[in-house]
């Protein structure tokens, strides 16, 4: 590779940080970032001083072994919080809306439409056209009690 050796080492550095840099964006998980600042810094320090190549193999894995550790235990320390925690959870972000039974409630089972949308029913035995207030869900089931007029 003789087009390798007419390219500085500290290029070759800081290019493998931006590629691990871009390589988390595509394996999110938090961990190619750190090998990412390592790789950058070992760049950085290779421009600035003149390091051989055996000594920065080893400052990259020294600050790739302290860039993980100090990394995780940040994350540790301030862990990341949902935005909304209902977010994935659909049947649960019902719970207090009113619906409309289209399907009698009977043995403890009809369907409810709900926006555009027809919802699988549990609750005390109703006739259609009654409204209903979600107070919970199991699984994709909404269960339901009668609004008191």
Same mark, same amino acid.
């Given at each position: 590779?003789?087009?390798? /050796? @007419?390219? #500085? ?14 390589? #988390? +964006? $595509?394996?999110?998980?938090? &961990?190619?970032?750190?090998? !990412? !600042?390592?790789a ?9 001083l %003149?390091?051989?190549?055996? $000594?920065?193999?080893?400052?990259? !894995?020294?600050?790739? +072994?302290?860039?993980? &550790?100090?990394?995780? @235990? ?13 977010? @994935?959870?659909?049947?649960a972000?019902?719970?207090? #809306? +009113?619906?409309?039974?289209?399907q009698?409630i ?7 439409? $709900?926006? /555009? ?7 005390? /035995?109703?006739t /259609? ?8 869900? #199991? ?6 009690? %009668?609004? !008191?007029?």
């Amino acid at each position: 590779m003789d087009w390798l /050796d @007419n390219v #500085e080492p500290h290029y070759i550095w800081i290019a493998i940080g931006l590629f691990l840099g871009a390589a #988390e +964006i $595509l394996v999110p998980g938090m &961990f190619l970032l750190w090998l !990412a !600042a390592a790789a950058l810094i070992t760049g950085i320090l290779t421009w600035t001083l %003149p390091i051989g190549v055996p $000594l920065q193999i080893v400052i990259f !894995a020294v600050m790739s +072994i302290a860039a993980v &550790f100090l990394g995780r @235990n940040y994350i540790r320390r301030n862990p990341v919080h949902e935005v909304d925690p209902m977010m @994935n959870k659909r049947g649960a972000r019902l719970v207090g #809306e +009113i619906a409309l039974l289209v399907q009698p409630i009977v043995g403890g089972t009809g369907r409810v439409k $709900l926006g /555009d949308s027809e919802w699988i029913a549990r609750g005390p /035995d109703m006739t /259609d056209g009654e409204r209903v207030r979600i107070i919970g869900t #199991e699984g994709a089931i909404l269960l339901v009690e %009668p609004i !008191a007029d």
